[in-house]
């Protein structure tokens, strides 16, 4: 044989040693770690810098929600809404936590640990079972997802729009007066599209702000484990 057609040959043989790509080998969707922080919390700082870390990793989507019930120390925090606080709260109980604190990570929906503690985060992560169905595709305003074994009771869909860039926050009262607070993929919006049972669904999920990035969310409801998760 010549060269080139060694070349070829042995290509195919690789490739069908391999076998047909499908379902089965699809890519594994990202890990999804959620901040729960304050810019009112003293012993927030150091889980924002952790947050800023993994956000390094390919495999970890991270999401900053910053909540409210700090805000009564006297600096309300600019990013809170209720909405994010609500979600922490609903995460409790399954976790076993006797109430939403900060700094918290909340690793797929199904596990937690204090943010500042790095390590500990990222064997949560590495434990983690990655998810590749249901399958999903968001692209131009739209989020599909395909069929596949859902709860019996639904899931969530959750769309949610975040800044990935690190942004500086000068913080003028409170716990951490004088102080410029490095934040990372900060959620500016969450919102429910809907539910997911099994069969394959669409939602419109309209375009972005302006330097914002989009994620969707196939979630247990009452803040159970997140089934499946795409960022674009």
């Known amino acids: ?93 399954a976790l076993g936590q006797p109430g939403p604190y900060t700094p918290q990570m909340v690793v797929n929906g199904s596990a937690t640990a204090v943010g500042n503690n790095l390590a500990e985060i990222e064997q949560l992560v590495d434990a983690a079972a990655p998810t590749t169905t249901p399958e999903l595709s968001l692209t131009n ?38 102080r410029t607070l490095p934040h990372t993929h900060v959620v500016h919006m969450l919102r429910l599209l809907g539910e997911w049972n099994g069969a394959a669904r669409s939602f419109d999920t309209g375009a972005a702000e302006d330097g914002m990035r989009t994620a969707v969310l196939v979630q247990n409801k009452g803040g159970g484990p997140i089934l499946a998760s795409v960022t674009d």
């Not at 699809?26 to 700082?45: N, Y």
């Not at 003028?172 to 004088?178: H, K, L, S």
């Open 141 to 178: 305003g739209r989020i599909d997802i395909g069929a596949g074994d859902a709860p019996s009771i639904g899931a969530d869909v959750w769309l949610v729009r975040y800044d990935p860039n690190v942004v500086q926050v000068p913080v003028g009262r409170g716990e951490n007066t004088g």
């Open 1 to 93: 044989m010549k060269k080139s057609q060694q070349a070829v040959v042995g290509l195919m043989f690789v490739l069908a040693a391999a076998g047909p790509a499908g379902p089965s080998q699809a890519a594994s969707q990202p890990i999804v770690v959620e901040l729960f922080t304050s810019q009112g919390c003293s012993s927030c700082p150091p889980a924002n810098a952790n947050l800023i870390e993994l956000s390094k990793r390919r495999d970890v989507l991270v999401l900053s929600f910053a909540v409210t019930y700090w805000d009564y120390l006297g600096w309300k925090d600019s990013f809170g809404r209720e909405e994010y606080t609500e979600r922490q709260r609903i995460y409790e109980p």
